[in-house]
């Protein structure tokens, strides 16, 4: 009866083997989903010029422009580097990502997009710049996306 016993649950463990492994498999196209929708997120939230919600989509050791004089590390510096958008005349930021990629862990992802700034110059002519962007997410334990690295370049 014993041997009868565990030759069963040695059975169910196997037979159930394939589908333990497949829940344990992340699921890329939902997440690839999310970073998108948190990518969108976080551009809603410098359209309504909130630090706190902006910065609630970064992580504590984000990196923004990595190897360039506007480098800025973690959230006191890239709240400094970003702060002209907050300002209620501040020039404006506006992004969307165009293209999102998981890697298979499903932990780590990236948005590419295009975004655009405008502004006023001293004497009031409005200006524009264009260009394309890329962001590295980073999943949380809580199941979130937080950018852990964001850099761009300026359409010619």
Sequence with gaps: MRRSLLA????????????????????????????MKADADFNQ?????????FLSFIGESAVFNPGTPNEARGHKEILKSWAAFFQKDGPTLTWKPTEGHVLVGGDVGMTIGSWVRR????????????GQYLTAWQKQKDGSWKVSFDTGS???
């Design 8 to 35: 069963l649950v040695a059975v169910v463990i196997v037979l159930d083997a394939p589908r333990a492994l497949l829940a344990q498999k992340p699921d890329i196209p939902a997440a690839v989903a999310a970073i």
């Design 45 to 53: 939230a410098v359209a309504e010029r909130s630090e706190a919600r």
């Design 119 to 130: 502004g006023k110059t001293p004497d009031g002519k409005v200006t524009e710049a264009r």
């Design 154 to 156: 300026t359409a010619p």
